[in-house]
């Protein structure tokens, strides 16, 4: 027996991720094929807190499959964290009869959207919506496939440089704490060594391998740096590098917020249509408290109290062991 749903609310909160035009998209229609009236809220939670929530039609999402971004705005809400914020976004929900949510975003948003769940009894679905790769319960986040097309695609115009110049580039890539971008770009892009905050490689180890490059004839080398390992960014790592290893004139290039950019890939077209089909069919079904994830190509639900407080070691044992076969 299908729960009486009438209004459903979308938002998109924290980094942004290319493939949130896509999702939202998918929520819209798929609310409204089954007869829901569907809503967007404006600038993640600071929407709900300011009622910046508009209605949205069919043709509300009408060619934004292939934009970047997000049509509905993004924010980084710290007064969603206070009991008082919480309280009036809430009110605001209730007061334009809102049964349902669902938040596109990272851990941060889920972390907020179980809150309001679990204090007002709001009924929520997730959809992990960030480049960082970093959820449990998702083989692939939104996002992610294209922030690591954007990172190979600048690592091969950086090589052809390299290569003119016979010089060593220290290339900096986000993440936050997961190295699941710089993993992935490391073996697509052909890159000598990377350096992820999951694995404590020793510069003496990253050293010997750089000159074991240098006696193999190698003119030019790229090593990818994960922006949260332990030796620091890209321009500290460089800079203890260099202090030992002089054999290339080395430079630093720091990718930053280029990879939450750009259409979406078609993998993340793909994905976020399905995530956001997914998630209003949890809710239609009366389901709360869920993630909606790609486990293997089945669209799965975890709970996003297991997504948050499960770690999630994604970095695949292949690849890692590959970073150093590859680049003899
Ligand atoms: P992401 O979702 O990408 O991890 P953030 O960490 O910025 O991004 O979280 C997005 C938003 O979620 C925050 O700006 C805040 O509004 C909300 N949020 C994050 N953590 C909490 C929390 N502990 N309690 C309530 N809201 C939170
Ligand atoms: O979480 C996505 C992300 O791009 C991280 O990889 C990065 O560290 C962070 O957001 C940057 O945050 P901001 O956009 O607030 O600078």
Request: hydrophobic share 40%.
């Given at each position: 027996?299908?729960?009486?749903?009438?209004?459903?609310?979308?938002?998109?909160?924290?980094?942004?991720?290319?493939?949130?035009?896509?999702?939202?998209?998918?929520?819209?229609?798929?609310?409204?094929?089954?007869?829901?009236?569907?809503?967007?809220?404006?600038?993640?939670?600071?929407?709900?807190?300011?009622?910046?929530?508009?209605?949205?039609?069919?043709?509300?999402?009408?060619?934004?499959?292939?934009?970047?971004?997000?049509?509905?705005?993004?924010?980084?809400?710290?007064?969603?964290?206070?009991?008082?914020?919480?309280?009036?976004?809430?009110?605001?929900?209730?007061?334009?009869?809102?049964?349902?949510?669902?938040?596109?975003?990272?851990?941060?948003?889920?972390?907020?959207?179980?809150?309001?769940?679990?204090?007002?009894?709001?009924?929520?679905?997730?959809?992990?919506?960030?480049?960082?790769?970093?959820?449990?319960?998702?083989?692939?986040?939104?996002?992610?496939?294209?922030?690591?097309?954007?990172?190979?695609?600048?690592?091969?115009?950086?090589?052809?440089?390299?290569?003119?110049?016979?010089?060593?580039?220290?290339?900096?890539?986000?993440?936050?704490?997961?190295?699941?971008?710089?993993?992935?770009?490391?073996?697509?892009?052909?890159?000598?060594?990377?350096?992820?905050?999951?694995?404590?490689?020793?510069?003496?180890?990253?050293?010997?391998?750089?000159?074991?490059?240098?006696?193999?004839?190698?003119?030019?080398?790229?090593?990818?740096?994960?922006?949260?390992?332990?030796?620091?960014?890209?321009?500290?790592?460089?800079?203890?590098?260099?202090?030992?290893?002089?054999?290339?004139?080395?430079?630093?290039?720091?990718?930053?917020?280029?990879?939450?950019?750009?259409?979406?890939?078609?993998?993340?077209?793909?994905?976020?249509?399905?995530?956001?089909?997914?998630?209003?069919?949890?809710?239609?079904?009366?389901?709360?408290?869920?993630?909606?994830?790609?486990?293997?190509?089945?669209?799965?639900?975890?709970?996003?109290?297991?997504?948050?407080?499960?770690?999630?070691?994604?970095?695949?044992?292949?690849?890692?062991?590959?970073?150093k076969v590859l680049s003899i």
């Amino acid at each position: 027996m299908r729960p009486n749903i009438k209004n459903i609310a979308v938002l998109t909160s924290g980094g942004d991720a290319p493939g949130m035009n896509a999702c939202i998209r998918a929520v819209v229609r798929t609310g409204i094929y089954n007869g829901v009236n569907v809503f967007g809220v404006l600038q993640g939670y600071q929407g709900l807190i300011n009622d910046n929530i508009i209605p949205m039609d069919a043709r509300s999402v009408s060619n934004i499959i292939h934009l970047g971004g997000t049509i509905l705005k993004t924010a980084r809400c710290l007064e969603f964290k206070t009991d008082e914020g919480m309280e009036i976004a809430f009110r605001n929900l209730k007061s334009r009869e809102i049964d349902g949510l669902v938040v596109i975003g990272g851990d941060g948003t889920f972390t907020g959207a179980q809150k309001l769940g679990e204090k007002y009894g709001v009924q929520v679905i997730g959809v992990p919506g960030t480049i960082d790769n970093d959820l449990y319960g998702s083989d692939f986040t939104l996002g992610y496939d294209t922030a690591i097309n954007t990172v190979i695609d600048a690592i091969d115009k950086i090589r052809d440089t390299a290569d003119s110049h016979d010089r060593l580039f220290f290339i900096e890539v986000m993440g936050r704490d997961s190295g699941c971008i710089a993993l992935r770009s490391a073996i697509a892009s052909g890159a000598e060594a990377v350096l992820l905050p999951e694995k404590a490689t020793s510069l003496n180890e990253l050293i010997a391998q750089l000159e074991t490059g240098a006696s193999t004839k190698k003119s030019s080398s790229i090593v990818i740096v994960s922006e949260g390992h332990k030796h620091g960014g890209a321009y500290d790592i460089a800079k203890k590098v260099k202090e030992r290893f002089n054999h290339y004139d080395t430079k630093v290039t720091i990718l930053g917020h280029l990879q939450r950019g750009g259409s979406p890939s078609s993998f993340d077209r793909i994905l976020a249509s399905r995530l956001g089909f997914a998630a209003v069919n949890e809710l239609l079904k009366g389901n709360t408290m869920q993630m909606v994830g790609l486990r293997g190509n089945e669209i799965k639900t975890t709970s996003i109290e297991e997504a948050l407080t499960k770690h999630a070691f994604k970095l695949e044992s292949d690849l890692l062991e590959m970073t150093k076969v590859l680049s003899i």
